[in-house]
């Protein structure tokens, strides 16, 4: 129902500016504005806030802001790289009758989603990490160790699978890992802030670390239902 | 006085000694004390001096100053609007008098006349007290109580905090509320959003929104729509609540959300000028407690700023930045031709009028444990208060009213922007060096 209400608040002619990248190539969700989809991952659908992807880097990491904000770049990074790959990966490879180019239209494949995705997701950050050791060493020491921690993250593969899901054009899956990975900044990077508010304060020794960590999740979470209905 | 000064000294042994009696209920006690007495401990014998001493008991006490013209015209306009609903009803011919049904402070004092014109004060107080006193009352006895049982297990005295609180919960939550309901809110909201945080000072979220919020999301027909804002005596079959059976009638944001170019004239002249730019400032219309008069809320605001309790950076950045919002936002959607809500045609500062973002930014957002420590901050925080409230007031189609979600998500995000402050800062010195 969301995206429905969605659809129709941004769906207007008008946002040409943003609309005018969208391939208009006959898919479902033809017409949608990137600037709709942007905002959508990013505060109404927040991969972590309302889905609770990526909750295990999450935890681990949110001790420190700077850490975090790291981590929340290198989620970016990964999965505007990862979500596009898929999307080739669906469109040309697994979805049925995606062969037709190889001579195989009735051909699919899809059950085989999850073990390409991992697959995939895994070879690219493997790949691109080493790149970025070999040609950008500062780079690497300021997103590096991050990159092997988030190629398993379900934050990453859920995203891949929402962009199937939803039938995004190549242009919007684009969008849609970036913006939904700049969620996942945000809500880290707060989480982070509030925990090293947190680090003198008098919790209940059970609730200590992760505790305390899971009922402000879930109060920030409350508090983005702010976005839920735009 | 004196009196007082012994009994408690004489306690004293019995709650302080290691074996004694009562020594596990300790922080009662401290708390019955420092409720009576000042602390003694004002000055050193040498040394430095306190020369003003502004401990949480006298900025608590001036909050709760603060809050009392509004609790004051809440008791008498949760009267009058009662008052004004039944007659309305009794003038279609939808309720007789001898169907009005009396609640508890009326059976004591005695029900009001009906069938002379215009009801005496006296029964429109007896009303308003016998709605807002359950409220204020369940509200402080609750809260108290998982504050003061925390203390006793953790050994710790029981603070202030709570007795701001507990009055701003009172004057957030429509007069209708079920007070099982709201027993529920505040439990939720002191354990959860206060005490496993370490208490008082440590919270990241206002405990009252949070009171709010969890009503709001956890009973939504208890806290939003358009037959709630006006009390009753009665629940309807099936309606929790005490509400007035068959009256209903939207309140101002609810009216504008669903207007279009006209919403100012609507607001103007809906039901005989209801929501006149009269009454919206001084309060003669339905609501939360707190969000009634614009008028008492503006005193409040003096007692906070004169008492240099609340924060005018915040209080001042909140107000430009819903006007700044209230006036761009209509702009850049026709200009972009987004679809228009009723909200983008009224003006910048009837905005202001409506609502409880007075309130809000006023007693809610000035709250300096949730809100960020630094100066900078405080300007980034109250500004974005203001442009989300407009935001979910115009662009989102599910909730009329802004203030409380805005003021939640910004209580998320203050200690991340006290973190770029102070990181900002910390760089501009180093580079200075």
């Given at each position: 129902?969301?995206?429905?209400?969605?659809?129709?608040?941004f769906d207007c002619a008008s946002l040409n500016w943003a609309l005018s990248a969208v391939?208009?190539?006959?898919?479902?969700?033809?017409g949608v504005s990137l600037l709709g989809i942007a905002l959508?991952?990013?505060?109404?659908?927040?991969?972590?806030?309302?889905?609770?992807?990526?909750?295990?880097?999450?935890?681990?990491?949110?001790?420190?802001?700077?850490?975090?904000?790291?981590?929340?770049?290198?989620?970016?990074?990964?999965?505007?790289?990862?979500?596009?790959?898929?999307?080739?990966?669906?469109?040309?490879?697994?979805?049925?009758?995606?062969?037709?180019?190889?001579?195989?239209?009735?051909?699919?494949?899809?059950?085989?989603?999850?073990?390409?995705?991992?697959?995939?997701?895994?070879?690219?950050?493997?790949?691109?990490?080493?790149?970025?050791?070999?040609?950008?060493?500062?780079?690497?020491?300021?997103?590096?160790?991050?990159?092997?921690?988030?190629?398993?993250?379900?934050?990453?593969?859920?995203?891949?699978?929402?962009?199937?899901?939803?039938?995004?054009?190549?242009t919007?899956?684009?969008v849609?890992?970036?913006?939904?990975?700049?969620?996942?900044?945000?809500?880290?990077?707060?989480?982070?802030?509030?925990?090293?508010?947190?680090?003198?304060?008098?919790?209940?020794?059970?609730?200590?670390?992760?505790?305390?960590?899971?009922?402000?999740?879930?109060?920030?979470?409350?508090?983005?239902?702010?976005?839920?209905?735009? | 006085?004196?009196?007082?000064?012994?009994?408690?000294?004489?306690?004293?042994?019995?709650?302080?000694?290691?074996?004694?009696?009562?020594?596990?209920?300790?922080?009662?006690?401290?708390?019955?004390?420092?409720?009576?007495?000042?602390?003694?401990?004002?000055?050193?014998?040498?040394?430095?001096?306190?020369?003003?001493?502004?401990?949480?008991?006298?900025?608590?006490?001036?909050?709760?100053?603060?809050?009392?013209?509004?609790?004051?015209?809440?008791?008498?306009?949760?009267?009058?609007?009662?008052?004004?609903?039944?007659?309305?009803?009794?003038?279609?011919?939808?309720?007789?008098?001898?169907?009005?049904?009396?609640?508890?402070?009326?059976?004591?004092?005695?029900?009001?006349?009906?069938?002379?014109?215009?009801?005496?004060?006296?029964?429109?107080?007896?009303?308003?007290?016998?709605?807002?006193?359950?409220?204020?009352?369940?509200?402080?006895?609750?809260?108290?109580?998982?504050?003061?049982?925390?203390?006793?297990?953790?050994?710790?005295?029981?603070?202030?905090?709570?007795?701001?609180?507990?009055?701003?919960?009172?004057?957030?939550?429509?007069?209708?509320?079920?007070?099982?309901?709201?027993?529920?809110?505040?439990?939720?909201?002191?354990?959860?959003?206060?005490?496993?945080?370490?208490?008082?000072?440590?919270?990241?979220?206002?405990?009252?929104?949070?009171?709010?919020?969890?009503?709001?999301?956890?009973?939504?027909?208890?806290?939003?729509?358009?037959?709630?804002?006006?009390?009753?005596?009665?629940?309807?079959?099936?309606?929790?609540?005490?509400?007035?059976?068959?009256?209903?009638?939207?309140?101002?944001?609810?009216?504008?959300?669903?207007?279009?170019?006209?919403?100012?004239?609507?607001?103007?002249?809906?039901?005989?000028?209801?929501?006149?730019?009269?009454?919206?400032?001084?309060?003669?219309?339905?609501?939360?407690?707190?969000?009634?008069?614009?008028?008492?809320?503006?005193?409040?605001?003096?007692?906070?700023?004169?008492?240099?309790?609340?924060?005018?950076?915040?209080?001042?950045?909140?107000?430009?930045?819903?006007?700044?919002?209230?006036?761009?936002?209509?702009?850049l959607a026709d200009w972009s031709h987004l679809?228009?809500?009723?909200?983008?045609?009224?003006?910048?500062?009837?905005?202001?009028?409506?609502?409880?973002?007075?309130?809000?930014?006023?007693?809610?957002?000035?709250?300096?444990?949730?809100?960020?420590?630094?100066?900078?901050?405080?300007?980034?925080?109250?500004?974005?208060?203001?442009?989300?409230?407009?935001?979910?007031?115009?662009?989102?189609?599910?909730?009329?009213?802004?203030?409380?979600?805005?003021?939640?998500?910004?209580?998320?995000?203050?200690?991340?922007?006290?973190?770029?402050?102070?990181?900002?800062?910390?760089?501009?010195?180093?580079?200075?060096?």
């Amino acid at each position: 129902m969301i995206s429905e209400t969605i659809l129709t608040s941004f769906d207007c002619a008008s946002l040409n500016w943003a609309l005018s990248a969208v391939p208009q190539d006959g898919s479902p969700e033809e017409g949608v504005s990137l600037l709709g989809i942007a905002l959508r991952a990013i505060f109404v659908e927040n991969i972590l806030l309302a889905f609770f992807l990526g909750m295990c880097s999450y935890l681990a990491i949110c001790k420190r802001v700077d850490s975090s904000v790291g981590l929340g770049i290198a989620v970016i990074f990964v999965l505007g790289l990862t979500v596009p790959l898929n999307w080739v990966i669906q469109t040309y490879i697994l979805a049925p009758g995606a062969l037709s180019w190889a001579g195989m239209p009735n051909s699919d494949l899809s059950y085989l989603q999850f073990l390409t995705f991992i697959a995939s997701i895994a070879a690219a950050v493997q790949v691109v990490e080493m790149a970025v050791d070999k040609f950008s060493p500062k780079l690497y020491a300021a997103l590096g160790i991050f990159l092997p921690l988030i190629a398993v993250n379900c934050a990453i593969l859920g995203s891949s699978m929402f962009m199937v899901e939803r039938d995004y054009t190549f242009t919007q899956s684009v969008v849609y890992g970036l913006s939904s990975g700049t969620g996942w900044l945000l809500a880290i990077v707060s989480m982070a802030a509030i925990r090293w508010k947190l680090r003198t304060a008098h919790i209940p020794g059970p609730l200590k670390g992760l505790g305390i960590t899971f009922i402000t999740t879930g109060l920030i979470a409350m508090a983005f239902m702010t976005f839920s209905g735009i | 006085m004196q009196f007082l000064r012994n009994l408690v000294d004489k306690q004293r042994k019995l709650y302080h000694q290691k074996d004694s009696k009562f020594h596990k209920v300790w922080p009662l006690f401290d708390a019955m004390e420092t409720f009576l007495f000042a602390p003694d401990f004002r000055a050193g014998k040498k040394g430095v001096h306190v020369r003003d001493y502004v401990d949480l008991k006298r900025v608590m006490n001036s909050v709760i100053l603060a809050m009392v013209p509004c609790l004051l015209w809440a008791f008498w306009n949760t009267g009058v609007q009662h008052f004004a609903a039944v007659a309305q009803l009794m003038g279609d011919g939808k309720m007789a008098a001898g169907d009005y049904v009396t609640g508890w402070l009326q059976g004591l004092l005695g029900a009001p006349d009906l069938t002379v014109e215009g009801v005496s004060s006296f029964d429109t107080i007896v009303f308003g007290l016998q709605r807002m006193l359950p409220i204020v009352i369940v509200s402080y006895g609750v809260g108290l109580a998982i504050e003061g049982l925390f203390c006793i297990i953790r050994k710790e005295e029981v603070s202030e905090g709570y007795l701001v609180s507990g009055m701003l919960i009172a004057l957030i939550v429509p007069a209708s509320t079920p007070l099982w309901q709201l027993a529920i809110g505040v439990a939720f909201a002191v354990v959860l959003g206060k005490e496993v945080f370490g208490g008082t000072g440590m919270n990241i979220f206002n405990p009252a929104m949070m009171v709010r919020a969890f009503l709001f999301f956890a009973f939504p027909a208890q806290m939003s729509g358009d037959t709630v804002w006006v009390a009753g005596n009665t629940s309807p079959t099936g309606v929790p609540g005490n509400l007035i059976d068959g009256y209903s009638e939207p309140t101002a944001l609810a009216l504008v959300k669903t207007a279009g170019e006209n919403a100012s004239e609507l607001l103007a002249t809906h039901a005989d000028g209801m929501y006149s730019h009269a009454n919206l400032f001084f309060g003669n219309i339905p609501g939360s407690a707190g969000e009634m008069s614009k008028l008492m809320v503006l005193l409040g605001a003096a007692v906070l700023l004169i008492t240099g309790v609340g924060s005018w950076r915040v209080m001042v950045a909140g107000v430009i930045g819903m006007l700044g919002a209230a006036f761009v936002v209509p702009i850049l959607a026709d200009w972009s031709h987004l679809p228009m809500s009723g909200g983008m045609y009224l003006q910048p500062w009837e905005h202001l009028l409506c609502g409880g973002f007075l309130f809000g930014i006023v007693f809610m957002a000035t709250d300096p444990v949730s809100s960020p420590e630094t100066n900078i901050g405080k300007w980034v925080y109250g500004l974005l208060i203001g442009v989300f409230t407009i935001l979910v007031r115009m662009i989102n189609p599910a909730y009329p009213e802004g203030t409380m979600l805005a003021i939640l998500l910004l209580n998320a995000f203050a200690p991340t922007i006290d973190h770029f402050v102070v990181s900002a800062n910390m760089k501009r010195r180093l580079k200075r060096s």
